[in-house]
DNA sequence: CAATTGAGTACCATTTTAGTCCTGTATAAA
DNA sequence: TTTATACAGGACTAAAATGGTACTCAATTG
């Protein structure tokens, strides 16, 4: 279903909490509180994302986590990458791409071209955008057709 | 890594051989030895499209498998959707959407959006340009703006 | 120093995925 | 009509990813 994993799925629904007090320090319990998981996944979830630079962490009474920057500069992409490794559709799409079928394969270029774009997608969606309540407005603008089918230089 | 499972990837190929000799019809045997894969799995893919429609067969002699329809109607979402079932990024994005957290999620509504927005991307790429090998050069034109993040009626 | 809270690690259970095998059935050609 | 070819379907197994838990250590505050 090119479904995202579950505890991905977590971490952009704590990630959203937080950013809806951007102010706070936000302690594990809480947040597991507030969105209704059990604490050890939330915990968990959260320790990748601050090892991702998503989030920063204050050890202590009164510690917990915090945006490490504004929602807006925060992309879906960078909180499916922080759990999931990065976004990439096929073996080949990634950096290492060691598959040995390259030969016979005949659709890696393409897949890499789709692959691409869909990182864009993900890169254009801000978690201030999955934060807000209200349906997102704004258009994205995205230079879809520049990128995803045309001379992509990866 | 929002990764398709290895026997879409597997799927993708092996329609794409076909998708080259449209003509011919292609033995399971034949296309295992092609494009370098074991031959029950080749198998087993094949018969996972015939089911999704996307391929026709014929048994006996001088049987095997044809494209249903010609590759220009054919899109890479409806390969994924043949092997891993809809495109659907979140629990919540799919029909029956049954996920219990809804009430406390706060981003359903515009994972959607982005859901929707992938599974158009991946609606405008069609057989034919996976098939290609040369790179894509296509412009695709997709109407993202209009799609992705605004008024979406799903 | 004590209470709080995150960090790290190791572990287990479950589910999903991938791959194999076997038996049945349709078709075409000899 | 016989035989070889080739797909259909399902059962089964093995392996891997995923999700979840538990326990111990480290840091900070008061």
Redesign the interface.
């Known amino acids: ?4 994993s579950r505890l991905t ?1 977590y971490a ?2 704590v990630m ?2 937080i950013a ?1 007090h951007p102010e706070a320090s936000h302690a594990a319990t809480e947040l597991a509180e ?4 059990p604490h050890p996944t939330v915990s968990k979830t959260l320790k990748m994302l601050v090892r991702a630079g998503l989030l920063v962490s204050q050890r202590g009474a009164q510690g917990g986590y915090r945006l490490a920057r504004p929602a807006s500069q925060i992309t ?1 992409a960078d909180i ?1 990458a922080a759990i ?8 080949c799409s ?1 950096a290492e791409g060691d598959c040995e ?1 390259v ?5 890696a ?3 890499q ?2 692959s691409l ?2 990182r864009t ?2 890169e254009s ?1 801000t978690l201030a ?5 209200a ?8 230079p ?3 990128i ?5 230089s990866a």
């Open positions: 279903m090119l479904k995202l799925d952009a629904v959203a909490q809806r507030a969105v209704q998981l879906a499916i999931e490794g990065p976004v990439a559709m096929t073996e990634q079928l030969a016979t394969c005949g659709v270029d393409n897949w071209r789709v774009a869909m997608l993900l969606v955008h999955l934060a807000d309540t349906p997102i407005k704004l258009p994205v603008q995205l879809i057709q520049t995803s089918l045309s001379a992509a």
